[in-house]
């Protein structure tokens, strides 16, 4: 489902502050985006991600990615693509080395 760009627009802006911040991760991580990993970039208390992620995924903004545990992505890329660009070209070489870096840690950990 390909949105408009208002009305993904609108969609995001009822999302939480710290709903729409976790999407920014979301959508710097590539092929989706593993929980723990989430939860250790968000900074946040354990019911708070939780709360964040199930606001996105009832807004139809994220899903569980079929075949990947606890792992989620963009119901649409178009979404994903708006997500990207409203982070700004200063913000998000920051959001993805962080992310990178976070998901490199993960990977040599398991």
Sequence with gaps: MTDEPEAARQRLARLSRSARRLL?????????????????????????????????????????????????????????????????ADRLPKLRARAEAARQRSEDRD
């Design 24 to 88: 920014d991760y979301v959508a710097v991580l590539e092929g989706g985006a593993r929980y723990a990993l989430l939860r250790h970039l968000a900074r946040v208390p354990e019911p708070d991600i939780i709360e964040d992620l199930r606001e996105a995924v009832d807004a139809g903004i994220l899903a569980a990615l079929p075949g990947q545990p606890e792992t989620y992505g963009f119901a649409d890329e178009a979404v994903r693509a708006l997500v990207l660009a409203e982070a700004g």
